[in-house]
């Protein structure tokens, strides 16, 4: 992987990390459709740039991550990032296979992408429009539907916790808030993982030459994903989630008739 090929893939990153449409898919097909390698770095960059991403999360409600008066806050998000540590754990070795087969993604894609055709119309009548109203039950429950986007790559994490919380009657916006805030301990985890498995069996990856490249990744899916974070609130208080589901449909389509139907596959 190069400086251009980090940029480019840290761009959609910064985009799709918090849209309902799979940032991690996203990557595996362009990495695929780019010729990248699929060695360690490429893995590692891959999760370590989402956290760089999800920091923006902590930029933005800075007030309500370090207002430490607040104890349930915190104690919320540690009991839905649960599931995910452990589902993680155990199915490690699926995950990473899944992860380097764009047709499981593209399939994932276009599944969830129905299912964000009818979300709206499945939870009209929301009864929690803060995160203070939301019990450890239900975020232990939020924390069970982040699991379906680790054992099924493309699903998308983000869709999957606010399609969580929106069935767990919070609202819109409250939901994908919760979304982003419960990813910040979920990645933060994923990295550490990561990083000490890099190190452990392939120390050589972390050389200068790919640290430099993971620093102007990271930068970068900084930067957008601050913006992509305003960007969805905004629209999701405003409309719904069908134009994603559109999207996930059509692009998971396209790849699959790539796959199919392209000469080199015959």
């Known amino acids: 992987m190069d400086y251009i090929q ?29 010729g990248i390698e699929k ?18 999360v902590v930029v933005i409600y800075w007030r309500k991550f370090f207002d430490f008066k607040r104890l349930g806050f915190y104690v919320k998000l540690m009991i839905a990032v649960i599931p995910a540590l452990v589902i993680g754990g155990l199915f490690k070795k699926h995950i990473e296979k899944m992860m380097e087969t764009p047709v499981v993604i593209a399939m994932m894609l276009v599944i969830g992408g129905v299912l964000l055709l009818f979300v709206d119309k499945w939870f009209t009548n929301p009864k929690i429009t803060d995160e203070t109203q939301i019990t450890n039950k239900k975020a232990l429950t939020i924390g069970f539907y982040q699991t379906l986007a680790i054992v099924f790559p493309g699903m998308s994490r983000s869709a999957s916790t606010i399609i969580g919380g929106m069935e767990q ?49 990271n930068i970068v899916a900084f930067i957008v994903s601050y913006a992509s974070i305003k960007f969805l609130i905004s629209y999701l208080t405003k409309n719904g989630f069908r134009i994603f589901g559109y999207y996930r449909i059509l692009i998971g389509l396209i ?7 392209a000469p080199t596959n015959k």
């Open 6 to 34: 980090a940029v480019f893939l840290a761009v959609i990153e910064g985009i799709t990390e918090f849209l309902p449409v799979s940032s991690t898919g996203h990557m595996v097909i362009f990495s695929s459709f780019m």
């Open 169 to 217: 009657k919070l609202d819109r916006k409250t939901a994908a808030e919760f979304s982003f805030f419960l990813a910040v301990p979920t990645m933060l985890a994923a990295t550490v993982k990561s990083i000490f498995d890099v190190y452990k069996h392939s120390p050589e990856v972390l050389n200068t030459g790919n640290m430099g490249i993971l620093a102007v990744g």
């Open 39 to 56: 060695d360690e770095f490429t893995k590692l960059f891959e999760i370590v740039i989402q956290l760089a991403a999800i920091l923006s």
């Open 255 to 261: 790849i699959l008739s790539i796959y199919f139907f």
